[in-house]
């Protein structure tokens, strides 16, 4: 007999939890359409259809009978194979993390710095998963997760590492070409975008009591590395993390125009489950991430 994909599996229990295919694909950080993909294969593998589905397919998670008898057997599965895996883990095997993170701290914060927890914890794997955008939940196949927002984070045990806040910087090539010395400078120079945050100038000139900037151009980009990448390389003005661009300050291929910061009510935080607060491993690893960005 062939068995199911363990992903399908997992995917089915994710989503029968949370009665939502979006909820599970926020989860599994998949799209819906993803999910119900893998639930429609799953469901065809096995003969038997697992959620109930009206006129227009599924409108709301409702289990069938099957689906809902499957679902009672794939959780006492789930939990005696992660249980036997961390046992086969600790008596033969190494230990491993598995961190996720945003793409733009993972640079400037993490990996640079990460050969000193290796070091110490030489019996110790890390598995790095980064992403684009930061992440707004604590993945299931995570040990540990650094997000950045506002909370709450209800059942999770939560860590603060810093404060979220912008600043205005450019290149030095840039500056030498566009001179910028008061706040109305702005105005005809190119700005940088993040798409996430499009709002971001609107509320570091309304917290100076500016008028808007009316720039020459906008140039808008997907993710905070790029932003910073094309800031460094004199495409125009960006406002760029504070806390984690400080290397970049330091080593010249920034520049800030001015001290006034766009403050937020975001903070970078570390999130675990509260049964893990057991692993030691973890535990370290926690300890050593919020020094390392309370000394940076």
């Known amino acids: 007999m062939r068995l199911p994909s363990l992903k399908f599996l997992k995917t ?9 295919f979006k909820a599970a694909a926020d989860e599994l950080f998949v799209t819906p359409s993803a999910v119900s993909h893998q639930i429609k294969a799953l469901e065809e593998q096995l003969g038997v259809t697992l959620f109930e589905r009206g006129a227009r397919g599924v409108r709301t998670l409702a289990l069938t009978d099957a689906g809902a008898h499957y ?20 008596r033969y095997g190494r230990t491993i993390i598995r961190l996720n993170v ?11 710095r990460l050969a000193s927890f290796s070091q110490a914890r030489e019996e110790t794997d890390i598995r790095i998963e980064t992403t684009f955008s930061a992440p707004k939940t604590h993945p299931a196949e995570a040990d540990l997760s650094i997000v950045v ?8 045990t939560v860590h603060e590492l810093f404060a979220q806040s912008f600043i205005v910087a450019c290149s030095p090539s840039f500056l030498l070409d566009n001179p ?6 702005l105005n005809g120079k190119t700005l940088l975008v993040h798409e996430e945050r499009r709002e971001a ?3 570091w000139t309304l917290g100076l009591g500016m008028e808007p900037i009316k720039p020459n ?3 808008r980009l997907d993710t905070m590395s790029a932003v910073v990448i094309a800031a460094e390389q004199g495409i125009g003005v960006a406002l760029v993390p504070a806390r984690l661009s400080a290397d970049r300050f330091a080593a010249g291929g920034l520049i800030k125009l001015f001290d006034a910061e766009l ?19 973890l535990q370290e690893f926690t300890r050593w991430i919020v020094n390392e960005c309370r000394v940076a």
Do not use: C
């Not at 945003?102 to 640079?112: C, D, H, I, V």
């Not at 927002?149 to 999770?156: A, C, H, I, R, Y």
């Not at 910028?180 to 400078?185: M, N």
């Open 180 to 185: 910028i010395d008061r706040y109305e400078d």
């Open 217 to 219: 151009r906008l140039v």
């Open 263 to 281: 403050t937020t009510n975001e903070s970078y935080v570390i999130l675990q489950r509260p049964e893990d607060r057991s692993r030691e491993d």
């Open 71 to 90: 679902l009672e057997h794939l959780d006492d599965i789930f939990s005696k194979l992660e249980s036997v895996t961390e046992q086969l883990q600790i």
């Open 149 to 156: 927002g506002s909370g709450p984070w209800e059942g999770l």
């Open 201 to 203: 100038w609107e509320r």
């Open 102 to 112: 945003p793409s733009f701290f993972a640079n400037e914060m993490l990996l640079p």
């Open 12 to 20: 089915f229990q994710v989503a029968a939890k949370l009665q939502s």
